[in-house]
């Protein structure tokens, strides 16, 4: 599977590890930033991987960043872009069948690693569901005022 990832210095470490264990699994993980630990601002990481994800629809994103709320602010601020910030394994769950979110968001200074991880395998794990849920995902579509923005 494709990721691109992307975080805040607050973000920083969990987005590492969090990468790592997508890339222990197998997957190709491209990491748009930021790689140090020098205060930065979120939303030009977020919306990077928002782009990158919108132009790309077999790709996941992840994004991380103190509390997970500002980045995936930034994510859905691109047409395509369907970024839910989770907090465990049955918010992630949801996220993905019953939204089809495509972006992943949590946050360092909220949950830890461990829970993060599991979430995170849970995005990767489950699927769409479709069914009723695909008319909600077409309206969120329908949201968008231009694709790519």
């Known amino acids: 599977m494709k990721w691109y990832a992307g975080s805040?210095?607050?973000?920083?470490?969990?987005k590492r590890h969090l990468v790592a264990a997508l890339r222990e699994?197998?997957?190709d993980?491209?990491?748009?930033?930021t790689t140090?630990?020098?205060s930065v601002d979120y939303p030009e990481y977020?919306?990077?991987?928002?782009?990158?994800?919108?132009?790309?629809?077999?790709?996941?994103?992840?994004v991380v960043c103190g509390t997970g709320i500002g980045i995936?602010?930034?994510?859905?601020?691109?047409?395509?872009?369907?970024c839910a910030l989770v907090h465990d394994s049955f918010t992630a769950e949801m996220a993905r069948t019953h939204n089809d979110a495509n972006i992943i968001a949590l946050g360092a200074r909220v949950i830890g690693a461990g829970v993060a991880e599991a979430a995170l395998s849970t995005f990767r794990r489950v699927a769409?569901?479709?069914?009723?849920?695909?008319?909600?995902v077409d309206q969120l579509g329908a949201l968008d005022t231009s694709k790519g923005s």
């Open 29 to 33: 993980v491209v990491d748009v930033g």
């Open 36 to 38: 140090d630990e020098a």
């Open 128 to 136: 769409f569901e479709g069914g009723r849920h695909q008319r909600r």
């Open 72 to 82: 995936s602010i930034a994510a859905n601020k691109v047409a395509g872009a369907r």
């Open 46 to 62: 977020g919306a990077e991987v928002g782009r990158r994800v919108a132009a790309d629809p077999n790709a996941r994103g992840l």
């Open 8 to 14: 805040d210095h607050a973000g920083l470490a969990l």
């Open 25 to 27: 699994l197998g997957d």
